[in-house]
Nanobody
Framework: QLQLVESGGGSVQAGGSLRLSCAAS?????MGWLRQAPGKEREGVAT????????YYADSVKGRFTISRDNAKNTVYLQMNSLKSEDTAMYYC????????????????WGQGTQVTVSS
């Protein structure tokens, strides 16, 4: 029904920056980014209300990551600065098309993921 396509991942040294993009094929109410490192639980990173632009961040990325959206392009971005080795993970874009709490990191649609690798 709804397709999400992530891009922008790659390999970077600690302290560097990357910007991830997620293009949605249709209407979304809230979108977010989650990540999962091998052998670890999936972790919510950031969310954004598409209409109003209100954002939420996990404590682990506050002050370093910024989520934003370009509604004209139906695209959400995750600007990642001051990257640490602990940020290494597969990053997934996710979305929900119905009303709800954007802070819950509960989404019905997922992208395929884009790998972020940070070396120290």
């Amino acid at each position: 029904q709804l397709q999400l396509v992530e891009s922008g991942g790659g390999s970077v040294q600690a302290g560097g920056s990357l910007r991830l993009s997620c293009a949605a094929s249709g209407y979304t109410y809230c979108m977010g980014w989650l990540r999962q490192a091998p052998g670890k639980e999936r972790e919510g990173v950031a969310t954004i209300y598409i209409a109003g632009g209100t954002t939420y961040y996990a404590d682990s990325v506050k002050g370093r990551f910024t989520i934003s959206r370009d509604n004209a392009k139906n695209t959400v971005y995750l600007q990642m600065n001051s990257l640490k080795s602990e940020d290494t993970a597969m990053y997934y874009c996710a979305a929900v098309a119905t009303r709800g709490s954007c802070r819950d990191f509960r989404f019905g649609y997922w992208g395929q993921g884009t790998q972020v690798t940070v070396s120290s």
